[in-house]
């Protein structure tokens, strides 16, 4: 019987692996979380992964924005979330269950919808039970930073209950 090895890194970059080639096909999304499939992000592609940090590249829907085309702040905070929940887990040395604690979100400059931003999360410091994490909302044409999201993390006991799939 072969050993198990925990290596979150390989198992995040198999699934980026397995994503779509190109923009015609549509992202495989039943294995999202159900906010995720709910949201529609699928203008949210996983670009880049390594110990500590987590890439992804945004291009802004229309649906996610106000009347004026401006995206809804709400937004940026669940994009956040997902790019330091994958960032964070690359810190893990056995299989954990963590949540993240709190936010703090700075914004620069207005995200427009068919934009395409570079969201960038790195993990800025690790504890045992408690880590920080730093989000960058880059916008790809006029490589500006427009939002600054640094959250914080803890390690709980998460009780996912029964696969609902099954």
Same mark, same amino acid.
């Given at each position: 019987?072969?050993? *198990?090895?925990?290596?979150?890194?390989?198992?995040? *970059?198999?699934?980026?692996?397995?994503? !779509? %080639?190109?923009?015609? *096909?549509? !992202? /495989?999304?039943?294995? =999202?979380?159900?906010?995720?499939?709910?949201?529609? $992000?699928?203008?949210?592609? #996983?670009?880049?992964?390594?110990?500590?940090?987590?890439?992804?590249?945004?291009?802004?829907?229309?649906? $996610?924005?106000?009347?004026?085309?401006?995206?809804?702040?709400?937004?940026?905070?669940?994009? =956040?979330?997902?790019?330091?929940?994958?960032?964070?887990?690359?810190?893990? *040395?056995?299989?954990?269950?963590?949540?993240?604690?709190?936010?703090? &979100?700075?914004?620069?400059?207005?995200?427009? =919808?068919?934009?395409?931003?570079?969201?960038?999360?790195?993990?800025?410091?690790?504890?045992?039970? $408690?880590?920080?994490? %730093?989000? +960058?909302?880059?916008? +790809?044409? &006029?490589?500006?930073?427009? =939002?600054?999201?640094?959250?914080?993390?803890?390690?709980?006991?998460? /009780? #996912?209950?029964?696969?609902?799939?099954?």
């Amino acid at each position: 019987m072969t050993e *198990q090895v925990f290596d979150p890194i390989a198992n995040i *970059q198999m699934m980026m692996d397995s994503a !779509p %080639e190109n923009d015609e *096909q549509e !992202p /495989d999304m039943s294995m =999202a979380p159900p906010f995720v499939r709910g949201m529609n $992000l699928s203008g949210l592609k #996983f670009k880049r992964v390594s110990a500590g940090e987590f890439d992804m590249e945004w291009t802004i829907g229309q649906h $996610l924005t106000h009347y004026d085309g401006m995206v809804q702040g709400g937004i940026v905070n669940v994009i =956040a979330d997902t790019g330091q929940s994958f960032a964070y887990s690359t810190t893990s *040395q056995e299989p954990e269950t963590f949540s993240t604690v709190d936010f703090a &979100t700075r914004f620069f400059r207005p995200m427009k =919808a068919d934009e395409i931003i570079d969201v960038k999360s790195h993990v800025v410091n690790r504890s045992r039970r $408690l880590g920080v994490v %730093e989000t +960058r909302f880059i916008n +790809r044409q &006029t490589e500006k930073l427009c =939002a600054l999201v640094v959250g914080s993390w803890m390690i709980v006991n998460r /009780d #996912f209950g029964p696969d609902p799939s099954k």
